[in-house]
């Protein structure tokens, strides 16, 4: 699975559909390359990919994968993947039921 296949513009959400069709079995290779990749434009398609699947409702409850796409934005240097990485993670968030994480003193 090539997810650098995506990289056009626009992204190719066909391709993203695809991968987030595979459903829940999908998830474990997708975190792994999230978590190996340091090319924000890797990571920011691998973003993509976990949005659409949060549409799609495999996503609901799992604060581990969003936790981890949360890890990896927040890490991101390059503003505008940065900027767009943030808004598929509250559409992710949103889809997923869950809320932002907060951090009470």
Do not use: H, W
Request: with cysteine.
């Amino acid at each position: 699975m090539y997810l650098c296949a995506m990289r056009g513009e626009p992204p190719d959400l066909d391709l993203a559909d695809v991968i987030a069709d595979r459903g829940e079995a999908a998830i474990p290779l997708l975190m792994d390359k999230l978590k190996i990749t340091k090319d924000e434009m890797e990571q920011e398609d691998l973003i993509r990919v976990f949005e659409v699947m949060s549409g799609k409702g495999y996503l609901r409850g799992r604060t581990d994968v969003v936790s981890a796409i949360s890890d990896v934005v927040a890490q991101m240097k390059l503003a505008p993947i940065k900027e767009d990485s943030q808004e598929l993670l509250k559409k992710i968030r949103i889809n997923s039921g869950i809320k932002p994480f907060t951090y009470v003193p």
